[in-house]
Structures are given as C-alpha cells and as structure tokens.
C-alpha cells in the first residue's frame, strides 16, 4: 500500500453553525425563539439566544485552519475571518477532498460539542423544539446532499430521559445512529443525574436495541483544566487529550455495558498512546482490589470490555500506531479535527500516513477507515462506487482546483497580545477572553 491507497475516515471534526442555520427548520413564527447570530455596530459577532437572554461565540482556535500559525489565539472570531469550509458544506467537501479525508463525524461548536448550551434554558419546550431543528439542519442540510461522505450525529435534550429517547427514536428514523453525549453530563448542567444512575437505563437500552453510537468529545466531562495561570498554555495544549482518562474510566464502570452488547462509545480528540497503561492499570484494580471495590465486571477483565465497547481515535500518535497491539488494533480510529488548530489539513494523508505507514496493511486499512464503518455499522465505500473512489488519490483528483493557501488576517487576528518575548500564558488566555464582553470564558471555552 502507498500513501494514495488511503481511504481516510475522520471521527472528530466540527462545524462552525451558519447563521442561517433554523431558517428552513422551524415554522416562521418560531424563529424569534430560536439562537441568531448577531454581528454587532463594531464587528463583533456572536449567537444570542433572546428568548432565553443567553449569548456566546466562537473561540478562535476553533476555527483557524488555513491561516499562519502566528495567528492562531483565542480571541472570538466572526465566520468571514474563517475559510468557508468551516461553516458550508460544499465548501467542507472541497478540502476534505484536498487533505484526501473520505468520510467525517462533525461536532457543532457554539452550543458546545455536546449540546450543553441549551440544556439550562428556563422553557424546556422550546429548548427541545431548537435540539430538534438544530438536528434537521445538521442530518437534513448537512450531511444529507453528500451521501457517504459525513457520518450524521445528533445532539440531545438530556435534563429529561423521555425527551431524550423521543428525540433519539426521531434521528434514527431520519437515518441517524450517531449521537453527542457527554462523558460525564452531571458536570455539565444542574439537575443532570450522573451516568451510573437508573435514570438513564431509558437511553442505554434505545441506544442498544437501535445501534446508536455515543460519541464522548473532550471537555465534555471532567474539565481540562491549566495547571496553574502562569502556566505557559502549550503545556495545556499538550495534556488536554489526556485529559478524557479520567472520562473515558468512568464510562467503562458502567454496568450498562454488561447488559447491552450494542452499546458503543467514541472517545473524540484523546488520542491512543496512553490507552495501554489506562487497561494494564483498570486490569490491576480490579485483580488486586476486587475484594473491597466490589466491581463485577461480568467475568471478563475491564481491559476486554473496553475493547468490546470502546472506540479511540488520534490526530498524530506514532507511539500508539507502534503498539497498535495493546491499545488493540479494533479500537483505533483517525481524527482531523477541521477547522480547529490541531488539524494538519491539507497535509492529512501526508502525516497519517508517518504514523501508520509501517504496519501491515490489514492495519492500516482498519486505523483509517475500517474500524470506524464497522463501529458505526456503515458503508461509505459502497455508496462511493468503491475504494478506487474513496481513496486519497481518487479525492484529490476531484480538487485540483482548491485554493489552499495560507491566508493572513491581517488586522483581524486572533493572537493574544503581549510581551513576545516571553510565552503565552494561561492567564494571557484568560485575561483575553474575559476581556469580551459576549460570555463568560469559563462556561463557554470549549
């Protein structure tokens, strides 16, 4: 196999919403309940939810793909200083084919990866009614005209189980078996029950009966904390997929997992090269603490559960591809991570193919793209016409014509300003967001 015979699928993208985005969705005398987005007399744009008198905006590492990277920073950004493919569609399809990525999970951005942003609204009803138009553009505008090409997920009402399940039953008649989840949804809104109560048995077993795959994104539990203000932020930037360990342990106490064979999660932007002290640890727990801690884990080690449940992906890990065999070669999935500034588009197939390029093809094929069409129970080669199709070399054909140079936003960038002699800080990030005035950078960082 050479670097072109890759078919690429990526289980960790995300979409900057257009402002357009309820228009087609909700009957016009709803529309002044739903969120818009706003541009300000100054310039500063944001979503303002004014039925709810909620507002936040787009963090700007969020979408900083295809500028240099002495631009990137937090600042808020509006969508005309991203690319386009950031927030359309055909746009996204474009440089997916340019950076040769076949097939994309995208995550929403300003209502947070996992929905959260509504789920604190004061008219439950209306939130709900917004949950569901959000979704019918994601599945219906989105994804939809481009068959094969992004794996629909949905986001959920989940302050109520019943809601909850009515809105996973309509996205699975709407050809949906994806969801947003959050690792560990009690942190995330009020009155939200943790994962390990009954109140969620309602959800577990649709997700089972319905092969519904929950799809856990960083930062959507336990938060990733700075070490401290004065920490330079490369060094969060360089533990924050770690951070989900904590997550990702959690799920796998679950008990739901030994009574729903069906039930999958993903673990989004956590990368793999840790995974194997995670299992060799959860195994030593519970052979040398079983007695007290009492966890049945249904006569299998927690190491084979999560291997019969779980789902991991990375952007660059050379250290996991290396010992694919213990984080285990059916678990492993790719990520992009478009338009954030983890993504190494346009170079994608280029830098997957370092980390994968010397193990056996059996195992390439299933990092890529195989593990991730069986875990989602889907077949994008097959309505693609075939891997002479799908691959790198077949996509990049298609986008001989795609301007990938990098642009500056001169006068619009999103560095923190400061003393460039020295690093950026936490306390620079902070400092800077707190500094705009359209939300709290605390409740809407990620």
Same mark, same amino acid.
């Given at each position: 196999m050479n670097m072109e015979d890759q078919v690429i699928a990526s289980v960790d993208d995300h979409i900057v919403e257009p402002p357009t985005m309820f228009d087609q969705h909700v009957p016009a005398e709803l529309l002044a309940k739903m969120p818009r987005y706003i541009t300000d007399p100054d310039g500063?744009?944001? /979503?303002?939810?004014?039925?709810?008198?909620?507002?936040?905006?787009?963090?700007?590492?969020?979408?900083?793909?295809?500028?240099?990277? +002495?631009?990137?920073?937090? +600042? &808020?950004?509006?969508?005309?200083?991203?690319?386009?493919?950031?927030?359309?569609?055909?746009?996204?399809? #474009?440089?997916?084919?340019?950076?040769?990525?076949?097939?994309?999970?995208?995550?929403?951005?300003?209502?947070?990866?996992?929905?959260?942003?509504?789920?604190?609204?004061?008219?439950?009803?209306?939130? +709900?009614?917004?949950?569901?138009?959000?979704?019918? /553009?994601?599945?219906?505008?989105?994804?939809?005209?481009?068959?094969?090409?992004?794996?629909?997920?949905?986001?959920?009402?989940?302050?109520d189980i019943d809601a909850t399940v009515r809105e996973v039953k309509r996205v699975v008649a709407k050809g949906c078996r994806s969801v947003s989840f959050s690792a560990n949804p009690s942190v995330r809104a009020e009155g939200i029950k943790p994962v390990h109560d009954p109140f969620w048995d309602p959800f577990w077993a649709i997700c089972d009966d319905e092969h519904v795959v929950l799809n856990c994104h960083i930062g959507t539990g336990q938060s990733p904390l700075y070490a401290s203000e004065q920490s330079p932020i490369s060094a969060w930037i360089s533990a924050m997929p770690m951070a989900i360990g904590p997550d990702a342990l959690d799920l796998l106490h679950l008990?739901?997992?030994?009574?729903?064979?069906?039930?999958?999660?993903?673990?989004?932007?956590?990368?793999?090269?840790?995974i194997p002290y995670m299992l060799e640890r959860a195994d030593f727990t519970y052979k040398h603490h079983g007695p007290w801690v009492r966890c049945d884990w249904g006569g299998k080690l927690p190491s084979e559960v999560f291997r019969e449940h779980f789902l991991s992906c990375f952007i660059d890990d050379k250290f996991g591809c290396r010992h694919y065999e213990e984080?285990?070669?059916?678990?492993?999935?790719? +990520?992009?991570?478009?338009?954030?500034? #983890?993504?190494?588009?346009?170079?994608?197939?280029e830098d997957l193919w370092e980390n994968v390029k010397d193990l056996p093809d059996r195992v390439i094929d299933k990092i890529t793209h195989a593990n991730v069409f069986n875990f989602y129970e889907i077949d994008p080669i097959a309505v693609g016409g075939g891997r002479q199709n799908c691959n790198v070399g077949a996509l990049r054909s298609r986008a001989t014509g795609v301007d990938t140079r990098i642009v500056s936003m001169s006068g619009k960038d999103a560095r923190v300003q400061g003393?460039?002699?020295?690093?950026?800080?936490?306390? #620079?990030?902070?400092?800077?967001?707190?500094?705009?005035?359209?939300?709290? &950078?605390?409740?809407?960082? #990620?």
């Open positions: 500063n744009a944001y /979503w303002h939810w004014a039925h709810e008198d909620k507002r936040t905006y787009n963090i700007g590492l969020n979408a900083v793909v295809g500028r240099p990277k +002495e631009e990137y920073g937090m +600042e &808020p950004m509006n969508i005309e200083q991203m690319r386009p493919a950031a927030w359309q569609a055909a746009a996204r399809i #474009d440089d997916m084919n340019v950076s040769g990525i076949y097939t994309s999970l995208c995550f929403g951005t300003f209502c947070g990866f996992d929905g959260h942003w509504f789920w604190s609204a004061k008219d439950k009803a209306n939130a +709900e009614r917004v949950i569901q138009a959000y979704n019918d /553009w994601h599945i219906d505008e989105w994804c939809a005209p481009y068959p094969g090409r992004f794996i629909p997920t949905a986001i959920l009402p989940l302050w008990r739901a997992l030994l009574r729903h064979p069906n039930l999958k999660i993903s673990l989004s932007e956590g990368g793999i090269g840790w984080v285990g070669e059916d678990n492993i999935a790719y +990520e992009c991570d478009y338009p954030h500034s #983890d993504c190494t588009w346009p170079d994608v197939a003393n460039v002699d020295k690093p950026v800080t936490a306390r #620079d990030v902070w400092a800077t967001l707190a500094g705009h005035a359209n939300a709290s &950078p605390k409740q809407e960082s #990620d």
